[in-house]
Nanobody, 123 residues
Framework: QVQLVESGGGVVQTGGSLRLSCAATEGTLSSYTMGWFRQRPGKEREFVAL???????EYADSVKGRFTISRDNAQNTVYLQMNSLKPEDTAVYYCAASLKSGLLREEVQYNYWGQGTHVFVSS
């Protein structure tokens, strides 16, 4: 069982940066592939980034080169550094944990989810 808590969301201007954190209050994250998803207003939840147990990371094309996912297993925390933010990055951001293998870009492949943190990018 894993319980995830996201933090770090807020309001930022276009071109600004935010760092989101996802901490496990229960369970150990080192055994999981960790993902970040987001749900933009009026849209379905979508894949943003993931980091596998061996720290291999993957990104959606829309954030590649701007966002960086990382993990600190000692702190039981995963991060999403978001730079050069755009208004279209406005969304609720969720972290999730998966024990599955494969592409892991679909919600159904993740076992545990946080409650989400809001990011608003003003133009």
């Amino acid at each position: 069982q894993v319980q995830l808590v996201e933090s770090g969301g807020g309001v930022v201007q276009t071109g600004g940066s935010l760092r989101l954190s996802c901490a496990a209050t229960e369970g150990t994250l080192s055994s999981y592939t960790m993902g970040w998803f987001r749900q933009r207003p009026g849209k379905e939840r979508e894949f943003v980034a993931l980091i596998r147990r061996v720290t291999w990371s993957e990104y959606a094309d829309s954030v590649k080169g701007r966002f960086t996912i990382s993990r600190d297993n000692a702190q039981n925390t995963v991060y999403l550094q978001m730079n050069s933010l755009k208004p279209e990055d406005t969304a609720v951001y969720y972290c999730a944990a998966s024990l599955k293998s494969g592409l892991l870009r679909e919600e159904v492949q993740y076992n545990y989810w946080g409650q989400g943190t809001h990011v608003f990018v003003s133009s």
